[in-house]
């Protein structure tokens, strides 16, 4: 598939539609705006996982909690066999973050519908407002995988070593630049500073997939991207965003379609490291 190093994260529209009745599979919708995304109509089958209710902790600024992972997988009916397939708005950035989330709790077999909802849309395929009945099961998570995550202390020590690991900012330029603290639409949640962790990358997260579409572009123009910017798979590579989601996507770009084989997501991000008296920040 275009020549990705793990082709087996990604399914297309067709398959999907060939598979809605699998009963080994269950389809999530991942949103951000599930008023206008999921309850307008979704995929027959799929179970809405709404990101800031179902994989944020409603307190902590924290995603969910193990317990609270293993509560999600057995209302949808999932068991640590069972083939998830993701989808959702903005071209499938929460479906990332999703994605990233379950697979720090070892959930591996998930697959993301390559163009999400816009594809499917484009290709105008059915959609049902009917919400699936399923039978709750009982998961059990493994251990975190503490691999796909940075914390702020690992992004301090990557300062030190700036040879070996390479940041990358997926925010807008402007964000990027410090003119901004946070995105037009999410003005309330802005950091306390504006600007960048000193020498990161800024690779907007949207750049990895189509405007026709929402596909991911090709594995050759996904290197020629990343690696024009000096992100190489011979680093360490840590990416963040404002929150961690938009990152995510970078993340699942740079892990599963490129194969680069160190790539952690911070998600802590700006409103961590902005707000945070004495850290470094360039404009």
């Known amino acids: 598939m275009a020549g990705y190093s793990h082709p087996e994260v990604l399914c297309e529209t067709d398959w999907v539609a060939a598979n ?20 307008q109509g979704h995929v027959k089958g799929a179970h809405l996982v709404w990101w800031k209710r ?50 720090y709790y070892g959930h591996k077999k998930i697959r993301i519908m390559n163009g999400g909802r816009k594809k499917w849309e484009l290709e105008r395929r059915e959609y049902t407002k009917d919400e699936p009945a399923v039978a709750q099961t009982k998961y059990v998570a493994n251990p975190a995988d503490e691999g796909v995550r940075a914390y702020m202390p ?18 807008s330029p402007k964000e990027f630049s410090g003119e901004i603290t946070a995105p037009p639409e999410y003005p309330m949640e802005h950091a306390q500073r504006g600007g960048h962790i000193p020498g990161a990358k800024n690779i907007p997260w949207a750049q990895a997939v189509k405007d026709t579409d929402g596909t991911f572009k090709s594995a050759d123009e996904l290197k020629a991207l990343y690696e024009g910017k ?5 680093k360490h590579v840590i990416a963040y965003c404002r929150i961690g989601e938009r990152s995510s996507h970078s993340w699942f770009v740079l892990k599963y379609l ?20 004495g850290n470094p920040i360039e404009k």
């Not at 509560?71 to 973050?97: I, K, S």
């Not at 690992?154 to 925010?171: G, I, N, P, S, Y």
């Not at 490129?258 to 008296?277: A, F, K, Q």
């Open 154 to 171: 690992d992004v301090r020590r990557a300062l030190d070593k700036m040879e070996q690991t390479v940041l990358v900012d997926v925010r």
């Open 20 to 39: 809605i009745s699998n009963p080994k599979i269950r389809i999530l919708e991942v949103d951000y705006d599930p008023e206008n995304s999921y309850r």
């Open 230 to 234: 000096g992100v190489t798979p011979d």
């Open 258 to 277: 490129l194969g680069y084989p160190s790539v952690r997501n911070y998600d802590g991000s700006w409103t961590e490291w902005g707000n945070m008296i």
């Open 54 to 103: 179902d994989i944020n902790d409603p307190v902590r600024r924290d995603i969910i909690s193990k317990q609270q992972f293993e509560a999600l997988m057995g209302r949808v009916g999932a068991t640590p066999d069972t083939e998830l397939v993701m989808y959702g708005d903005f071209n499938n950035w929460f479906a990332a973050f999703a994605f990233w989330v379950f697979q």
